[in-house]
């Protein structure tokens, strides 16, 4: 394997020399002069490097030029992360002279500088920096400029790279940073006695044994954060505040929403801005770097993939007193050292998100809990861990024994300083060790966290992703090898067209010739006006004019000139390149030929001479959103047959349209065609390779024909090339829960929340502007007083009398006569007896109770039109929160993708915390009606009317329900109550022409008026040749002839093949009296294979009272 080579270069290699040079410093400022004496001390991991040479500072300046060494093994966590955590400290000192009696110098720290040796380990054989020097005390109380500031110049190099390509590829760097801990216990007091605050977690290895990170030092404080902050280095002997400070690394927050931890809720963001701006904080900021090999990157994805969760330990302990000078520890400081462990918490970091593709950096806010070393050995399934590493960078044993330094002489001083506020590591590890069984015991200081609502503030990032993110170019190229694109087919610039305008142009060009010469040789009689206009001296120029054009040449090099462009006819027009087989197959052609040719150039001079060109033949009327509505209408009509007839006409329209080929494969679903269907989204991949909706539908064909591979890809390559796309992360989510890939699955239902939180938020907001807008324009009328003296007050019990206007009684048929308008639900019209029988409680549990088994004994009121310019008010109708899960399930319904729908409303019944509402029932109901599970629809439906009766998709559901069953009486007074709401039912269209065919089987006065006026309705909304026909009917049942004749044509527009349409239109013709039109209506009607055989029956009565219309009598 490409991985095995690095590991075993990881632990084979020797040390490798690391030389830190001290090259000068600039600017020191000496405790009692501008000169100083100084020397340098290098530093690193606890260990003294050297120190410089004691040199004074001339002219503003001290070349040191001091290099000192340490080895960086190579054998696991001991040599590389030490050197990617740890960094060189340089102290400069300031030498003093000798004062009277006493024997040794006196130093003063005159500041700290770190080097960062990073860079090595990123490959890096050499590298120089400019490094500030930090004094003593707190820099804010300084005044430092850039012209005062201290500066350091060093070098840092190794004879070889630390790493080779391969290992550099394979292995990896994880930071950890800790920030701060908010909202701590109220009995944590800001007065002494102090304490450490120490966070720990584990990390796997590429050893057996688990490395121990560990946070100490940390600082109670009641001051804001900035925000902007430095990250600490996590060692403890730096003395100067300025150079605990990482060069070039900071904190970077982002807002609570984009965060990965526990309190990213909405609810918890003024909570959080309440601790984090007045409340007690913990503060660390504090970044761990860990240098992860190959196995240990394995180790630790594997942990993710089976326990999701690291536990990270909070706990506080006794701060050890300043050790004494040049001494051991004393009894007393040995107890303290080891005393007790208060506080004990735990926070669980879901290190899940690390998994997902491309993601490098998790950041987050954890709850703080309760210490259970139980829960914790249930969440990560461990219950023994010894800790290996060196612990936050305060003892451990060297890696670099070869080159440590001697003890220094004069370093009493600085050691004081060094050991003040150390933690002593022995007695950490004691206490974090585990025991195999260990008793439940209850944590009472620990609950002080829950009371408090304490949380702490963790960041993970990593170099590179543990799972690399397939790039576009990628799954472009992937689904263009699965599904290769169609060529765009060019455009032929040699082809018939171009060939006939180019014999256009020859034949303009020639004409200008002749006109010209036709000029030169009569123009000037022309001018003068002598020019006969005579039959004879006209034919007589002509046989000049022609003679010349022989006599010159010029005939013949005008049909050279024409020749190439009619050979170029013959060609591509004709499509003619072979000798014929006999003289008689030549003369047709040529026949043929002369005909085209002298057509086109009269169009051609017709043009030239500006003659008004012959009326365009028009284009169809129906264009492919009208062909896609009629074959939806003939699927509900389950004529299936005709739908795919429409189809295929879309299609032959123009293939090299996707959406079209989409629709298509959505009818096969529908079919339970899959292979076709299947064909059909492939088709739409091949003519738009990022066509999204195909691509989804691709990949839930190859999810159901178990070929997860591609489906993976599919899906993949939809959510790339529409990254906003809620309805791809929701589908790829379920899919990869089919594939019990749970950390996937988790992660694209979460993108798709928040990208479906943030375009809910964005329209809020656009909508709010739009309010805004209206309401700065809007200007109210002035009312009259009478008007207000007599407008009755609304009440529930007394309801306003309305009267009907013209403008709602009637519209402007297509043939200009006046028809009664349908009662438009939306706009114009509504019932109020059946709304007011809505609000009635009883009424309705009445209602839901007799929806399976009795029928309503309460008949339907007639519609009542409102008038045009008094709206009715709306009716308040529950709002659901929109859901992922509701949201991919319609689109897979309404794509006839029943296994993905079913599985998305089983995460929504188990995502809703607050109970299924009335939308869910719904869904769900239109779920069992493409099963054909009606019962199941029919209790989801009761259950939606308990929950919510005011929406109209319930009622228009049970409608069709009973329409199925062929229970027309309850259907109708469904469908009529669908109607009666504000708010439109999601297929209205169906309902109308169902009720309106209820309405015309009743054959009454009054339901052929409402029949004509629902018909009329469908027709305005979405006009089709049902629709028109049924206005038709209607008419011809009122006997409105003409009416009748001008929706039967209107139908025979959209469609001319329904042969019920020319039924009645024989109808019609027969009762005017147009006896050649009935007998040719009838002869369409016939040959179109009429099957309604009542309508022939009544033709044919018909036919036998009037003594016409069927030829064959």
Not at 86 to 113: F, H, M, R
Not at 388 to 408: D, E, Q, R, W
Not at 562 to 571: N, P
């Amino acid at each position: 394997m490409h991985m095995e080579n690095p590991e075993v270069e990881f632990r084979a290699r020797n040390a490798v020399p690391v030389h830190i040079t001290v090259l000068k410093a600039r600017n020191l400022k000496g405790s009692k002069g501008d000169n100083p004496v100084t020397y340098v001390r290098v530093e690193y991991n606890n260990f003294q490097l050297g120190d410089s040479g004691k040199l004074q500072m001339t002219e503003n300046e001290i070349e040191y030029n001091f290099t000192t060494s340490f080895d960086c093994t190579l054998d696991g966590i001991q040599g590389l992360d030490n050197l990617v955590h740890k960094p060189v400290i340089l102290t400069v000192i300031e030498l003093l002279p000798k004062e009277k009696k006493k024997k040794d110098e006196k130093i003063i720290v005159l500041g700290q500088a770190t080097v960062d040796l990073l860079p090595l380990a990123q490959g890096e054989c050499t590298f120089t920096k400019t490094l500030t020097l930090y004094p003593l005390g707190n820099p804010l109380e300084q005044n430092i400029t850039e012209e005062t500031k201290c500066l350091v110049d060093i070098a840092v190099s190794v004879p070889e790279p630390l790493l080779s390509e391969a290992q550099l590829e394979e292995s990896n760097l994880l930071r950890i940073t800790t920030e701060c801990a908010y909202s701590v216990p109220e009995s944590w007091a800001l007065a002494a006695p102090q304490f450490n605050y120490v966070v720990s977690l584990f990390l796997p290895t590429s050893i057996s044994k688990e490395l121990r990170v560990l946070f100490t030092n940390g600082i109670l404080k009641a001051d804001k954060e900035p925000s902007i902050r430095p990250k600490r280095w996590p060692v403890s002997n730096i003395i100067t505040i300025g150079a605990q400070n990482i060069p070039d690394s900071f904190i970077e927050r982002c807002p609570y929403e984009d965060e990965d931890g526990e309190l990213n809720h909405k609810e918890d963001w003024a909570f959080r801005r309440e601790a984090e701006n007045e409340k007690k904080h913990v503060m660390w900021n504090i970044e761990r770097r860990c240098f992860m090999e190959p196995e240990a990157l394995r180790r630790l994805q594997k942990h993710i993939a089976e326990f999701m969760y690291i536990p990270v330990e909070i706990k506080r302990l006794p701060l050890a007193p300043p050790a004494k000078a040049g001494g051991r520890s004393s009894k007393l400081e040995k107890t303290e050292e080891e005393g007790p462990i208060s506080f004990h918490g735990v926070a669980y970091v879901n290190m899940a998100p690390l998994l997902y593709p491309g993601v490098k950096r998790i950041r987050g806010a954890y709850a703080i809990h309760p210490f259970n070393e139980h829960e914790i050995i249930e969440k990560t399934k461990r219950k023994n861990r010894e800790a290996t590493g060196v612990a936050g960078g305060l003892k451990g044993p060297p890696s670099h024994s070869k080159n440590a330094p001697n003890k220094v002489k004069d370093d009493k001083g600085p050691k004081e300083v060094y050991k003040k506020n150390s933690l002593n590591l022995k007695s950490i590890l004691q206490d974090h060790l585990f025991d195999s069984e260990v008793a439940n015991v209850l944590n009472v200081e620990g609950e002080q966290y829950i009371e408090a609502r304490s949380y702490i503030v963790l960041e993970f990032t990593l170099e590179k992703p543990l799972v690399q993110k397939r790039l576009r170019e990628e799954l472009a190229k992937r689904i263009a090898e699965m599904i290769p694109p169609q060529p765009r087919f060019p455009r032929r610039t040699s082809g018939a067209d171009k060939a006939v305008a180019d014999y256009h142009n020859q034949i303009i060009n020639v004409a200008k010739i002749i006109m010209d010469e036709y000029q030169e040789m009569f123009g000037q009689k022309l001018a003068e006006g002598k020019l006969s206009q005579e039959l004879q001296d006209q034919e007589e120029r002509k046989h000049k004019l022609i003679f010349e054009l022989n006599a010159s040449g010029k005939y013949f090099a005008f049909k050279e000139q024409l020749k190439h462009a009619v050979v170029k006819i013959v060609r591509e027009k004709y499509l003619q390149t072979v000798a014929f087989e006999n003289r008689e197959q030549l003369q047709t052609f040529l026949n043929e030929l002369y005909i085209y040719l002298v057509d086109q150039m009269h169009c051609c001079l017709h043009k030239m001479l500006h003659v008004d060109p012959p009326d365009p033949i028009p284009e169809s009327v129906l264009g492919s959103a009208q062909l896609k509505h009629f074959a939806k209408e003939a699927e509900m009509n389950k004529d299936f047959e005709l739908a795919n007839k429409y189809y295929q006409e879309r299609l032959a329209r123009d293939r090299s349209i996707a959406e079209h080929w989409f629709d298509y494969g959505t009818f096969h679903l529908l079919l339970n065609d899959h292979a076709k269907a299947e064909e059909c989204f492939r088709e739409a991949v091949a003519v738009n390779q990022e066509h999204v909706y195909s691509l989804i539908l691709c990949g839930i064909l190859a999810c159901m024909n178990e070929h997860y591979e591609d489906a993976d890809n599919f899906f993949e390559s939809a959510r790339s090339f529409e990254p906003s796309s809620v309805l791809a992360w929701t589908i790829q989510g379920l899919f990869y829960e089919s594939q019990d890939r749970t950390i996937l699955s988790e992660m694209a239902f979460a993108e798709a929340r928040k990208l479906q939180t943030a375009a809910e938020t964005l329209k809020k907001s656009l909508d709010e502007v739009i309010i805004d807008r209206a309401k700065v324009t809007e200007v109210p009328e002035a009312e009259p007083e009478n008007d207000k003296k007599d407008q009755p007050a609304a009440t529930d019990e007394t309801e306003p009398a309305v009267q009907e206007t013209p403008s709602s009684q009637s519209v402007t048929s297509p043939g200009g006569t006046t028809t009664d308008m349908v009662p438009k639900v939306a706009s114009n019209f509504i019932s109020k007896k059946r709304i007011s029988s809505i609000k009635d409680p009883a009424k309705v549990t009445d209602v839901l109770e007799t929806i399976v088994t009795t029928t309503q004994q309460d008949e339907p009121a007639p519609v009542v039109p409102l008038p045009v310019n008094e709206p009715p008010p709306r009716e308040t109708i529950p709002v659901c929160t929109k859901s992922i899960y509701m949201e991919a399930a319609k689109f897979l319904l309404e794509v006839n993708a029943l296994q993905f729908a079913t599985r998305a409303m089983a995460h929504e019944m188990l995502s809703n915390e607050n109970g299924l509402n009335c939308e869910y029932h719904v869904v769900l109901a239109q779920l069992y009606i493409l099963q054909e599970e009606f019962g199941k629809a029919e209790e989801s439906l009761a259950e939606a009317g308990r929950i919510d009766h005011q929406n109209p998709d319930l009622w228009a559901l049970l409608g069709h329900l009973s329409y199925m069953k062929e229970n027309y009486t309850k259907a109708k007074e469904y469908y009529e109550r669908a109607l009666c709401y504000v708010n439109d039912a999601l297929d209205m269209h169906t309902i109308c022409l169902r009720l309106g065919s209820i309405y015309l089987q009743e054959e009454k006065l009054q339901s052929n008026k409402l029949a004509k006026s629902t018909y009329l309705f469908a027709s305005q909304r979405a006009p089709s040749c049902l629709s028109w026909l049924g206005v038709g009917i209607a008419c011809y049942r009122l006997n409105e002839l003409t009416n009748a004749e001008d929706a039967l044509c209107e139908a025979n527009i959209l469609c001319n093949t329904n042969a019920e349409v020319w039924g009645y239109l024989s109808l019609v013709c027969l009762k005017t009296g147009r006896k050649l039109e009935a007998e040719q209506t009838y002869k369409y009607a016939v040959k179109l294979n009429l099957q309604n055989k009542q309508l022939l029956d009544e033709i044919h009565q018909l036919q036998k009272t009037l003594g016409f219309g069927n030829p064959s009598l």
